[in-house]
C-alpha cells in the first residue's frame, strides 16, 4: 500500500511540474548578454504610416552611424556561427526586418549594398505577391532576385504570421515553419536557417517545432527567457521604429551600445497608427 501511495504521489509531483510554467528554468547556451546586438525594423517609406515604420534617410542615416562607429553587420549565417563558436566580434550587429515589404526592395537592399553592409529579411511567405493597405509585400520574383546579393540573408517569419504560435498545436506550427521554410528553398534555391516568431511570442513546444523543421536559429521581440532550451532559440531583438529616429537617433545609438545590459522593458515592440 506504502509503494503504491508514493507512486501515484510521485506520478502527481511529475504531472504538476510538467505543467508549471518553464520561464524560471536555467538558460542553456550563451547567456543572452554574450549576443551582438540584434535590430528589428520593419518597413522603410518616405512618409510612415506607422510607428513600425522607419524612413529611407534615417535607415540610411543609421547605417553610417554603425559604420563610423566601427560596427561590423554579419549574415545570419556567419551568427549562427558565432554561437555556435560562443563568441562574436567585438562590435558586430545583425540587422533583420520582418514580415518583407516592398521596402526592404525598394531602399532597404539598395542602401545595404551601397555601403557593402548586410542584413537578414524575415519573409512571410504567403504575403509574397499579395498586398495591404499602404503596406505592398515583395514579389517572389524580387526575393528570388535579392536572394542573390552577397549582402543579403532571408529567413522565415512563418507562412501565415500567426499572431501567437503558442495557440497552435504542435503539428499547425511545424506547417508554418517547414512550410515557409521551404517555400524560401523553392524560391531562392537556398536553405532557411533561421526564423523570427510573430510578435515575438514562444514557448517550449514552439521552440521544439523550430528544432524539428531543421532550423539553427530563432529571434524574439523581448527577453521572455529560454524556457530552459538553449538561447539561440528566443534570441531578443531591438524594436526600431520612429520614435528611434528622433534626437538625433538617441535612442538607436544607446540601445545599440547597451544591447548586453537591456532589461526585458525595452525591447518590446511600440506598435501605433500615425493615422488614429
Known amino acids: 500500500m506504502k509503494k503504491c501511495l508514493f507512486r501515484f504521489m510521485l506520478m502527481f509531483i511529475l504531472a504538476v511540474s510538467l505543467m508549471l510554467p518553464s520561464v524560471g528554468r536555467c538558460e542553456h547556451g550563451l547567456p543572452y548578454s554574450s549576443y551582438a546586438p540584434v535590430l528589428m525594423y520593419h518597413d522603410l517609406k518616405p512618409v510612415p504610416l506607422n510607428g513600425f515604420d522607419v524612413t529611407p ?4 542615416r543609421q547605417l553610417d552611424w554603425l559604420k563610423s562607429n566601427g560596427y561590423r553587420t554579419l549574415s545570419i549565417d556567419e551568427y549562427i556561427e558565432c554561437i555556435n563558436k560562443g563568441a562574436f566580434p567585438e562590435k558586430s550587429v545583425l540587422i533583420t526586418f520582418d514580415d518583407g515589404y516592398q521596402g526592404i526592395y525598394d531602399y532597404a537592399v539598395p542602401a545595404l549594398t551601397k555601403r557593402e553592409m548586410k542584413a537578414v529579411f524575415f519573409i512571410v511567405t ?27 540573408s532571408i529567413g522565415s517569419h512563418t507562412v501565415t504570421h500567426p499572431s501567437d504560435l503558442r495557440l497552435g498545436t504542435y503539428r499547425e506550427n511545424l506547417h508554418e515553419f517547414m512550410g515557409s521554410r521551404g517555400f524560401l528553398r523553392r524560391v531562392t534555391g537556398q536553405d532557411c536557417n533561421a526564423l523570427a516568431y510573430p510578435c515575438g511570442n514562444y514557448d517550449e513546444p514552439v521552440i521544439w517545432a523550430v528544432s524539428e523543421a531543421g532550423y539553427k536559429a530563432a529571434f524574439s521581440v523581448q527577453r521572455r527567457g529560454a ?20 534626437n538625433d537617433d538617441y535612442l538607436f545609438k544607446k540601445y545599440v551600445q547597451e544591447y548586453a545590459q537591456m532589461d526585458e522593458g525595452m525591447f518590446k515592440e511600440q506598435y501605433y497608427w500615425i493615422n488614429e
Open 227 to 246: 524556457m530552459g532550451q538553449d538561447t539561440r532559440w528566443s534570441i531578443p531583438r531591438i524594436y526600431m521604429g520612429l520614435s528611434f529616429c528622433e
Open 57 to 60: 534617410e534615417a535607415f540610411e
Open 126 to 152: 504567403d504575403a509574397v505577391d499579395t498586398a495591404l493597405n499602404g503596406y505592398p509585400y515583395i514579389t517572389a520574383k524580387e526575393l528570388k532576385e535579392i536572394s542573390k546579393n552577397p549582402y543579403v
